[in-house]
């Protein structure tokens, strides 16, 4: 069944600016800007594709209002759908590493009308997430 599976939301970082292209500089934003305790992702995917660990995955994100307590956050340095393929791959290795402990990927605009261009993948690219999650 799926109970207790984690929906992974995926957002973009919304800067384009190399020297953003990290999750320090994210964490000492939502830190020091906006009080949080820690970075609100999980996980935060540089241009080339490594794969930085935000906060533990049994603790709760901070990233997308109403479902933090039920999902993961993934963060993709850029530009709404600027990605690269390094990072596409990864999001993909990524969903792939997660997929026994996920019911669905879907992007932050899915969950919050407010957040029209967070991520902005297009259908496609949602849907191909998809198929690699284990939904036994
Ligand atoms: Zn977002």
């Known amino acids: 069944m799926i109970k207790g599976k984690k929906i992974l939301v995926v957002h973009c970082s919304d ?6 292209d990290d999750i320090s500089v994210i964490r ?23 794969i930085q660990k935000g906060r533990k995955l049994k603790v709760n994100g901070a990233h997308c209002r109403g479902i933090n307590s039920k999902s993961w956050g993934v963060c993709l340095s850029g ?3 600027s990605f690269t393929q390094a990072q596409m791959k990864a999001l993909e290795q ?9 019911r669905l990927v879907d992007q932050h605009s899915a969950f919050d009308a407010k957040k029209p261009f967070c991520a902005g993948l297009n259908d496609n690219q949602v849907k191909y997430l998809n198929n690699l999650v284990n939904v036994a």
């Open 28 to 50: 000492k934003w939502h830190v020091e800007e906006r009080n949080f305790v820690d970075v609100g992702y999980h996980f935060f995917i540089k241009k080339d594709g490594t």
């Open 94 to 102: 990524l969903t792939i590493q997660l997929s026994d402990r996920i």
């Open 79 to 81: 530009k709404s759908n």
């Open 15 to 20: 800067s384009d600016y190399k020297t953003h």
